[in-house]
């Protein structure tokens, strides 16, 4: 993609494992090693915009079309991983623009710059990890969409105004909770909990677009898995693995 004045559109990624293309430290990251990488690129490769952690021995000619900022585990809030939450993936991607200059608010503008913002279950998984109770995880899902809604205002305020956020995976057709049937069953509960976060989403994303100059789109990542995972669409909870 070309944008104006003959330069490439930017693409800037936060978020967590699903976005992070090699942001995680090398001993410490699993996704440095094997299988990982083994159909793409061929080998490990932290897991495309430059890692923000890789900025430096990227180059010029990379950087200028964008950065990722996403580090695997995280989310809005701290999580059980010590790296970056949101709001600092944030917070760097605002002094490149502001202090160093790397990218400046008038060419985000006009050049018109994508941002990826992706948003798994790390931020459940570290409630429930710390002794959260599920009668008041319709509460905490809030606190997640509020604080989610506060950072992208603050990427669109910095300059980028298309932002595509995805909604949350099938959280219960994760391994960890089909491994019971056999891989055959996902768990409603689970996914309950990922269809209201992605309800409450949509209507945050809604609000979005009537308060500022819109730009927001929800990428629907629990359709697509279901519809891998389950083809032919008989019930949302049963799926094969070939």
Not at 124 to 133: F, K, R
Not at 175 to 198: D, G, L, R
Request: proline share 4%; hydrophobic share 30%.
């Amino acid at each position: 993609m070309r944008g104006s004045r003959g330069r490439g559109v930017k693409l800037f990624v936060f978020g967590d494992s699903y976005a992070d293309t090699g942001n995680w430290p090398k001993d410490k990251g699993s996704s440095w090693k094997e299988p990982y990488g083994t159909t793409f690129p061929g080998k490990p490769s932290g897991r495309s915009p430059v890692p923000y952690n890789q900025r430096k021995s990227a180059g010029e000619k990379r950087i200028r079309n964008g950065m990722n900022f996403a580090h695997g585990g995280t989310g809005v809030f701290n999580t059980l991983v010590q790296q970056p939450n949101m709001t600092t993936q944030i917070n760097l991607f605002q002094q490149l623009v502001e202090q160093e200059k790397v990218y400046t608010k008038q060419d985000l503008i006009l050049n018109s710059s994508l941002a990826l913002v992706s948003l798994g279950g790390n931020d459940y998984a570290t409630y429930m990890a710390l002794n959260g109770t599920l009668q008041d995880l319709g509460d905490f899902s809030k606190l997640v969409i509020k604080q989610l809604e506060l950072n992208l205002k603050r990427i669109q305020e910095i300059g980028v105004k298309k932002i595509g956020v995805t909604s949350m995976e099938p959280l219960g057709c994760l391994p960890q909770f089909t491994a019971s049937t056999s891989y055959q069953n996902c768990s409603e509960s689970e996914n309950s909990v990922a269809e209201f976060h992605n309800e409450m989403l949509e209507q945050s994303l809604d609000k979005l677009n009537n308060i500022t100059t819109g730009g927001f789109v929800k990428l629907d990542l629990y359709k697509a898995f279901m519809s891998a995972l389950n083809p032919s669409g008989d019930s949302i909870n049963k799926f094969i693995y070939d």
